[in-house]
């Protein structure tokens, strides 16, 4: 017969909402832009926030910022700040990082992903359909840094 441990209880994990919290474009050199050889340089940064609401709840927000330049010209800028709101019990310290680090970004990022796209197209542009990421390994990435960056001020 199975006890039922009270120490460790069962995981629980739930989105209670995704939500589009902040929303900018920027094409500061149109027309112009518009009058030359499209051959964009890309740039994307993503950063994620985490806010705790109560014991249990947590607001993780995934930032998005998009820039194409052609030549010297910044043809456009678009970020996007996906949020969603997710439960997450039964969780120990270690298991949240990760959650909150990584596999939430995840659940977000196609939602961001498409709100990219959608303001490029309204902004005259070839669509733009950002790659996946995996935020598994930047997690993990920034988790190793982090450790490397706490060595380093151990050795000074």
């Not at 050889?37 to 910022?65: C, H, I």
């Not at 498409?114 to 733009?128: M, N, R, W």
């Amino acid at each position: 017969m199975a006890e039922n441990d009270q120490t460790n209880p069962e995981r629980q994990f739930a989105v209670q909402r995704t939500y589009l919290k902040d929303l900018s474009f920027e094409s500061p050199n149109a027309p112009e832009v518009f009058r030359g050889e499209w051959k964009p340089q890309n740039e994307l940064n993503l950063n994620t926030k985490v806010n705790r609401l109560d014991e249990q709840t947590y607001e993780v927000v995934l930032s998005v910022t998009v820039t194409a330049k052609v030549g010297d010209k910044t043809a456009f800028i678009v970020e996007v700040h996906q949020a969603g709101i997710f439960t997450l019990g039964g969780f120990s310290e270690e298991e949240l990082g990760p959650m909150l680090g990584a596999y939430c970004p995840n659940l977000l990022f196609p939602y961001a992903r498409e709100a990219v796209s959608d303001l490029v197209t309204k902004g005259s542009f070839p669509q733009l359909v950002l790659q996946h990421v995996s935020f598994d390994a930047l997690f993990a990435q920034h988790q190793q840094q982090a450790a490397a960056d706490a060595e380093g001020a151990r050795q000074h």
